[in-house]
Nanobody, 122 residues
Framework: QVQLVESGGGLVQAGGSLRLACVYS????????MGWFRQTPGNDREFVAT????????LYRESVKGRFTISRDNSKNTIYLQMNNLKPEDTAVYYC???????????????WGQGTQVTVSS
């Protein structure tokens, strides 16, 4: 059974940090692109960051560049999103995703986790 399980969300003040983790199982995701998307009520899910299977290729949403860092440890079947200098506009449900592609920048045909809430207070 394919599973992506996120953790690490929570409530933090603006300027604070959180580290999200996503543990994957049931599929050889170590050879797939993986990433993070986020969604707020009434809006589409939007791309945040992605990393290739080897970690050589990384892309970020413009608004999180310099603040967020994506990484992966295939030996632990885990990807991470370190989020620093958080802003209220980062508030969203964050989803881990995997796709059979170099990187993940679209929502079509992906595997998804259940999401973890991140709330940034001003």
């Amino acid at each position: 059974q394919v599973q992506l399980v996120e953790s690490g969300g929570g409530l933090v003040q603006a300027g604070g940090s959180l580290r999200l983790a996503c543990v994957y199982s049931g599929h050889a995701f170590s050879g797939w692109g993986m990433g993070w998307f986020r969604q707020t009520p009434g809006n589409d899910r939007e791309f945040v960051a992605t990393i290739s299977s080897t970690g050589r290729h990384i892309l970020y949403r413009e608004s999180v560049k310099g603040r967020f860092t994506i990484s992966r440890d295939n030996s632990k079947n885990t990807i991470y999103l370190q989020m620093n200098n958080l802003k209220p506009e980062d508030t969203a449900v964050y989803y881990c995703t995997a796709a059979d592609s170099e990187v993940v920048v679209t929502t079509t045909g992906n595997y998804w986790g259940q999401g973890t809430q991140v709330t940034v207070s001003s």
